[in-house]
Nanobody
Framework: QVQLVESGGGLVQPGGSLRLSCAAS????????MSWYRQAPGKERELVAA????????NYVDSVKGRFTISRDNAKNTVYLQMNSLKPEDTAVYYC?????????????WGQGTQVTVSS
């Protein structure tokens, strides 16, 4: 049974930090690209950060570059998102995603999401 379980969300003041974790099970974690998406009320879900299966490459949406860092530990089947210098516009539900293409097959798994609220 595939599971992605996010944790670490919460309420933080502007300028503060949070570290999100996503624990994976039920699939070959180390072969998947892992990503964090977010969705704010009334907005479409957007890709925030992604990391390749080996961790050798990352990319970020422009609005979080220099503030957020994605990382993974394949031994622990976990992906992280370190969020620093948080802004009110970072408020959203953050989702973990696992993605893999194998030939003509595409695999996509999602977590249930964790709420991040940045407010004074």
């Amino acid at each position: 049974q595939v599971q992605l379980v996010e944790s670490g969300g919460g309420l933080v003041q502007p300028g503060g930090s949070l570290r999100l974790s996503c624990a994976a099970s039920g699939f070959a974690f180390s072969t998947y690209t892992m990503s964090w998406y977010r969705q704010a009320p009334g907005k479409e879900r957007e890709l925030v950060a992604a990391i390749t299966s080996t961790g050798g490459s990352t990319n970020y949406v422009d609005s979080v570059k220099g503030r957020f860092t994605i990382s993974r530990d394949n031994a622990k089947n976990t992906v992280y998102l370190q969020m620093n210098s948080l802004k009110p516009e970072d408020t959203a539900v953050y989702y973990c995603n696992a993605h893999r293409v194998a030939g003509r097959l595409t695999y996509d798994y999602w977590g249930q999401g964790t709420q991040v609220t940045v407010s004074s």
